[in-house]
């Protein structure tokens, strides 16, 4: 059996919670995950990955500790491991990542914004 296409509007209409990430497909040891974002998320780094941020729909900005990275429609950004950083989008903006297995969204902050790392949808 051949893969099936993976529409990113119907994943994305099964999503209704913010800064909650959804797997949506496995390659190798990564995971593509999509997310609805709004508002602040918390500071954090990943001391052992980089992080990838698509934005599908939307606009955002990441903030750095020396600066401001942002993104709308149809445009990326690699976040070096271990960089602190925090996702911000003032409207609903949707974001595919591009991620190890068992990266947690918090990174190294923890809280009460961590999602499950391996909730699929």
């Known amino acids: 059996m051949p893969p099936q296409a993976?529409?990113?509007?119907?994943?994305?209409q099964l999503i209704s919670e913010h800064w909650s990430p959804k797997i949506i497909a496995r390659m190798n040891d990564t995971h593509l995950k999509l997310v609805k974002i709004q508002?602040?998320?918390?500071?954090?780094?990943?001391?052992?990955?980089?992080e990838v941020f698509v934005v599908l729909d939307g606009s955002m900005t990441i903030e750095f500790?020396?600066?401001?990275?942002?993104?709308?429609?149809g445009e990326m950004v690699v976040v070096p491991k271990g960089v602190e950083h925090r996702p911000v989008a003032a409207e609903e903006c949707s974001v595919l990542l591009i991620e190890p297995t068992g990266t947690?969204?918090?990174?190294?902050?923890?809280?009460?914004m961590t999602?499950?790392?391996?909730?699929?949808v």
């Open 6 to 12: 993976i529409n990113f509007h119907d994943k994305l």
């Open 39 to 50: 508002g602040e998320f918390v500071w954090h780094s990943h001391p052992e990955t980089d």
């Open 65 to 73: 500790r020396d600066g401001v990275v942002t993104l709308n429609n």
């Open 104 to 112: 947690v969204n918090t990174g190294d902050a923890g809280g009460d």
């Open 115 to 120: 999602a499950p790392p391996d909730a699929w």
